[in-house]
C-alpha cells in the first residue's frame, strides 16, 4: 500500500483544518439563533414562522438547482416527518420564548441539558439501561442547572425563562430519539425540508396575521436564521462529516452555548455572573465528557 506524499499530506490537514473550521462557525450560527431572538421584536411564533418559511424555499432552490428528486414517502413516513416536523417548531418556539423572557444565558444553557433528557428518554423507548457515563451525566446537568437558576421563584423572569430553556431542550430530546428510530428514512437535508414545511403549515393559521406588522429590520434579521443559522449552518455542518468523525463535530456543537453567552456579553451587554458561569461549565463539561467518550 502506497504511503501519501507530502503534497497529499498538506491537502488532507488543511482539509481537517476547513472542516474544524466549519462545525466551528455552525456551533457560532447555532448559538446566534438565541442573540437574534432578543433583537427581533416580534413573537417567538412569527419568528420561528418566518425561520421556516425562508429555511423551506432556500432549501427547494437548492434541490432545483441541484436536480435533486424528493423522495416518495409511505404514510407511516409522511406521520413520522409530520410529528418531527411538529416538534422542532415546538422547541424552537418554546427556545425563542425562554430567550425573550430570561435572556441568552439562562435559556441557552437550560437548553444545553438536553442530552441528560435524550439519555432519559433512551431508557424510557428504547429500555436501554443507563450507563455509569449517563447517570453522572444526569446528576452533572442536575447540579449545574440549579446553580444556573438565579432564585428558587416562579415568578422570577430569569428562573421562568430557564425553565423554558429547559422545556426546550427536552422537546429536542424526543425529536433526537425519534430521528434515531428513523435514521436512513431520508437524507438530511429532504427531512429538513420536510419538517420546515410541517412547521410552515402548523403556525400559518396561528401567526400569519401577524406578518405584515413585522418591521423591515426584523424581516432582516429573520432572513438571516433562516439563511444563514438554518440552512448555511446545516450545510457546513453535513459536509464536515466528510472529514472529520460525529464524535469530533458533536464535542464542537456543544459549545453552542459559549458562543451564543459571548456574543450576547459582546452584543447585548449581558454579562453572565459568576454562579451562572461555574452552572454552565459543569453542564458543558459533562455533555462535552460522554460526547468525547462515545
Aim: aromatic letters at 12%.
Amino acid at each position: 500500500m502506497l504511503r501519501p506524499s507530502c503534497r497529499e499530506k498538506i491537502i488532507m490537514v488543511n482539509n481537517y483544518n476547513l472542516a474544524l473550521i466549519k462545525v466551528h462557525f455552525t456551533a457560532v450560527l447555532f448559538g446566534l439563533t438565541g442573540v437574534l431572538g432578543v433583537i427581533i421584536s416580534a413573537d417567538s411564533d412569527v419568528i420561528v414562522l418566518g425561520r421556516v418559511i425562508i429555511a423551506f424555499l432556500a432549501l427547494s432552490v437548492y434541490f432545483l438547482i441541484k436536480r435533486e428528486k424528493l423522495t416518495a414517502l409511505s404514510t407511516k413516513d409522511v406521520a413520522n416527518q409530520s410529528l418531527s416536523g411538529a416538534l422542532l417548531t415546538a422547541h424552537w418556539v418554546t427556545f425563542y420564548v425562554a430567550v425573550k423572557v430570561g435572556g441568552v444565558a439562562v435559556a441557552t444553557l437550560g437548553f444545553a441539558g438536553f442530552p441528560g433528557f435524550v439519555a432519559l428518554f433512551e431508557r424510557l423507548f428504547f429500555q436501554e439501561k443507563l450507563k455509569r457515563r449517563e447517570l453522572i451525566l444526569l446528576i452533572a446537568v442536575t447540579i449545574g442547572l440549579i446553580l444556573v437558576t438565579p432564585q428558587f421563584e416562579f415568578g422570577n423572569q430569569s428562573t421562568q425563562g430557564l425553565l423554558w430553556g429547559i422545556f426546550s431542550g427536552a422537546i429536542y430530546g424526543i425529536l433526537a430519539i425519534l430521528n434515531r428510530k428513523n435514521i436512513n428514512k431520508l437524507s438530511g437535508t429532504q427531512a429538513s425540508w420536510w419538517q420546515y414545511l410541517i412547521g410552515s403549515i402548523l403556525l400559518f393559521p396561528f401567526a400569519a396575521h401577524k406578518l405584515p406588522a413585522v418591521s423591515v429590520t426584523d424581516w432582516f434579521w429573520i432572513a438571516c436564521l433562516g439563511l444563514l443559522c438554518t440552512s448555511l449552518a446545516y450545510t457546513l455542518f453535513v459536509s464536515s462529516l466528510n472529514i472529520i468523525n460525529a464524535r469530533t463535530a458533536a464535542m464542537i456543537i456543544s459549545l453552542e452555548p459559549v458562543y451564543a453567552i459571548l456574543i450576547a456579553w459582546i452584543w447585548l451587554g449581558e454579562q453572565p455572573g459568576l454562579r451562572m458561569i461555574i452552572g454552565g461549565l459543569i453542564i458543558l463539561l459533562s455533555v462535552g465528557v460522554v460526547n468525547f467518550r462515545r
